[in-house]
Every structure is written in C-alpha cells, then in structure tokens.
C-alpha cells in the first residue's frame, strides 16, 4: 500500500505535481491513513514491529505533504501566498481562479509531526472552532489528516498587531472593537470553550462597506474543553505578556485556574492595554501597567471614564483568578457603561455633588479618582486645593456653591516683605486675576495665623457645562499665588 503510493508520487513532474498530483496524492494518503488508524485500535496491532515501522512511513510521507509552495493545487484551489505563521502552523492563501474567492488554509508544522500532544491540541482547536458559529468568529471548514491542516474562512485584513488600533483608530472604535471581540469570547464561554490564547495575533481585522473594522477571532490551537482531559506543555502557554500568571506558573491545564473564564478575563484586560497605549504590557508589573493605561486615556473622555477603564484593567488582571472578574457577560456590561459615558455628550446632564467634584479636579490635573474625594495639589506642588460644597442665596434662589480653600505645602514669602504686606500682595494679585470671573468668584477672608486664601463660586451649575467656569477660576487663583 505504502509502496504504491511512493509509486504513484514518483510519476510526476514538478509542473504536473503541482497542479495536479499534490491534491490527489492527499486524497489517496488520506485513505491509506484511516485504514492504518482502524488497524490501530485493534488489540495487539501496536506491538507488531511491522506495522509500527509501516506508521513511521506513513507519517513520513504525511510530513512530506506539508511541505507546500506557491501554485500547488488544493481541493479548494491553488495556493498564491503565505499570510502567516505561529506557533502550530503555517497559514496559506488559498485561491478559486474561477470563482475568484479566496479561503485560508492552516497547515501544522511539519518539524514538529513527532509531537504527538501537540498534533493533538492542534486538531482539537480545529474541533473547538467547529463547535462555534459567530460574526466574529473565523468559520472553520474541512479537516486534513495528510498534511495535517484544516481550510477556514480567509479574513483580508491586518490583525491587530499590525492593525495599531492605538494609532489608526479613535476612542470609540477602540471600543466597539473590544465590545465584539468580547462577543465572540463570551460565545465560545458558552459554549465551554475556554480560548487559551487571546493576543494581538489572533484577531484578524476586515474593513466593512461602513469603513469599521470587524475583528475576527481565530487560532484556538490552546482551547480547552470543559469537557476534556488535556495536558500542557511548556509550548503551549501563549505569548507571556497576555498570557496569565496560571499558564505559566504551573504548565498543567489540569490546574483548576488554567480552565476557567478567568483565564481568558486576564488576557483580554492584557489586549485593552495594548489596544488603548499601542504596547505590550509587562506580565508582572500591573499596577505600572494601570498607571501607563489611565495616562494614555485621559485625553480621550471625563474623569468617569478613565476611571472606568483603569477599573476594568485592574478587576480583569489580578493575579490570583479568583479576584479576578468571573465571566464576559460581566466584561461586557462593564465595557458597554465604559462606552456609554464616552458617548454621552450630553453636557447638560445632572451630575451629583461627588460626581461634579471628581470631573473638576480631573479637569484641572487629569489625575482619574473616585468621586468623594475634595482635595488636590496644584501642578507647581505649592498649594492644597480642597473643595466644599455650601449654599449662597442667589437672586433671591437658595443655589450651590463651592468655597475653595488654597492652603500652602510649606512655607510662603516674599523676599524683604514682611508678612503683612505679604498677605496683602497675595489678595490683590488673586483679586486682580478673579475680576475676570466676577460676579460668580470672589474672594473671601480667611482665619487668622497661617497663610491661607478661601474664594467662593456661585451659584454652580450642576452639569458637566458647569464645571469649565470654576475650573478657570481656580486656574486664576493659582496663577495668581504662584506668581
């Protein structure tokens, strides 16, 4: 049977194998390899030396089939370039000349044939993608022994590595991007198929007739099954930045971490990072990682959003999985608030005392904080500013407003002044940048002994239009005492 094979291989030329004896050397090793995968269940059949030695060739010239090039004939067409490589395969374009559509084709390295665990895993990602039918998941189609490969829909498109969504996308994009990859996530979640190994790579990227760009999630070469008994090995943890810290403590997918929505939670907060500051982030280092998110996005929305995002990162990348949140349905409830305040324009919307005072101040540092906070330090770093709320009789109507106390960090002076002429320099310099904000700020006295300038605003207008007229008073105010 072997023999026959090597026999009818040998008839053709380069030209003739290519268009016409690659596809249908395929089919006749196909056939010849499940009657050798029948025998094999047999009791008995593995212990002869004959028909192990025979296996060896067969998946001698199963390897040799892998190795393809361009123009070579497929069932599904010819193959006109390579778009890809990772760490199971190799990624073909394959072409219909007659229809002129195109499909992709993954062929499993064939260096690696000898492996039988992780021939294993790479067809049970191909089993775990033909379990799921999303928008935003690639379809996968027919399974090949000999090579060992499966053909899939071909996405014409960068992934997101090379997409840069950081640089070629705006806030909201970014958004509705994480939104429908988190779909397909949460899809393949219901579905009991744990990904394994979201990163950049992985999500295939098409420009719709709408000029958006619809990602699609592909290579689930490391999926579980919750259904499954696997074991790992040490290539099988995906990329260290995105992967979690489960993956690569232990390499057992036996561990109960390494099987759970969390899993996937931790790599999909790693993919928000890189999406929002264009870089990979450091696997160890987290908390730096917040602090390099919050201060990438803090030109794009209001204090409650950076907030929000920084709040998702965090909850979707603590280190032990049980912190961590727990499924995409939360993800995506979280990502979809995200996206509504990003959204809301809407700048005469009531906001709460607390909520007023965090966007403020965020105005004024773009430091993110929660609401409830009152208290900030000038860019200089010489004065505390505290806020407090209090009513003043307005036209007659009792009406918000905000007394704002300047307390400085150290010691304040003016060379060869004494202390009074000090304090009167100070109050005419902020009496003279306040006039333009008259009649609504004002002055106010302070308490006797240290050093301190209260000014008041009102009435405050409790909306997000309302928080530009006090945050250019306290602008004025600290120019005025830092000179």
């Known amino acids: ?36 995968e029948k025998r094999a269940a047999l009791t008995g059949m593995l212990s002869l030396p004959g028909f192990r030695q025979s296996r060896e060739t067969l998946n001698r010239y199963r390897t040799e089939l892998g190795l393809v090039e361009t123009d070579m004939r497929i069932k599904e067409g010819v193959l006109s370039r390579q778009i890809g490589t990772g760490g199971f395969g190799t990624v073909w374009q394959v072409d219909d000349r007659d229809s002129g559509t195109s499909i992709a084709y993954k062929i499993y390295h064939t260096q690696e044939m000898q492996d039988a665990t992780k021939v294993k895993r790479f067809t049970n990602g191909y089993q775990a993608m033909t379990l799921l039918s999303h928008p935003n998941i690639v379809k996968v189609h027919r399974f090949s022994s000999c090579p060992v490969g499966f053909t899939m829909d071909y996405i014409e498109g960068a992934n997101l590595r090379d997409l840069e969504p950081k640089f070629s996308l705006d806030g909201p994009a970014v958004l509705v991007l994480l939104i429908d990859i988190a779909e397909a996530v949460k899809h393949a979640h219901d579905h009991d198929v744990i990904h394994r190994d979201i990163k950049p790579e992985n999500i295939v990227c098409r420009l719709s007739p709408e000029a958006r760009q619809v990602p699609f999630l592909t290579d689930f070469d490391l999926a579980w099954f919750s259904t499954r008994t696997q074991t790992a090995t040490q290539h099988a943890i995906g990329v260290i930045a995105y992967a979690a810290p489960e993956q690569y403590s232990a390499f057992n997918a036996k561990a109960s971490g390494a099987k759970t929505p969390a899993l996937d939670v931790f790599s999909f907060g790693q993919l928000l990072y890189f999406c929002f500051t264009g870089k990979d982030p450091d696997p160890v280092d987290l908390s730096r990682n917040l602090e390099t998110l919050q201060r990438e996005v803090k030109g794009i929305g209001s204090n409650e959003f950076v907030r929000q995002i920084g709040g998702l990162y965090k909850d979707s990348t603590e280190w032990h999985p049980g912190d961590r949140i727990q499924s995409f349905e939360e993800v995506l409830n979280r990502l979809r608030r ?17 909520s007023f005072l965090s966007e403020l101040i965020y105005q004024l540092t773009r430091d993110p904080r929660e609401p409830g906070d009152p208290s900030f330090i000038s860019h200089s770093g010489n004065w505390i500013v ?98």
């Not at 996206?339 to 709460?352: G, H, K, P, V, Y």
């Not at 806020?387 to 307005?394: G, I, M, N, V």
């Open 1 to 36: 049977m072997l023999d026959a094979f090597l026999q009818f291989k040998m008839q053709y030329g380069s030209a003739e194998w290519r268009n016409s004896g690659y596809e249908l050397a395929c089919r006749r090793l196909e056939l010849i390899y499940q009657w050798f």
């Open 338 to 354: 995200i996206q509504a305040e990003l959204e809301n324009t809407d700048t005469d919307i009531r906001l709460s005392e607390d």
């Open 386 to 483: 505290h806020l407090a709320w209090h009513t003043k009789l307005w036209r007659k109507e009792t009406t918000p407003a905000l007394v704002i106390e300047f307390t400085p960090q150290g010691r304040i002076g003016l060379e060869n002044v004494s202390n009074e002429q000090m304090r009167r320099v100070l109050n005419e310099r902020v009496n003279n940048k306040l006039r333009h904000h008259k009649p609504f700020a004002n002055l106010r006295k302070g308490n006797r002994g240290a050093y301190q300038v209260f000014v008041e605003f009102g009435p405050v207008t409790l909306s997000r239009n309302g928080i530009e007229p006090v945050a250019g008073a306290i602008r004025s105010t600290l120019e005025a005492l830092d000179g």
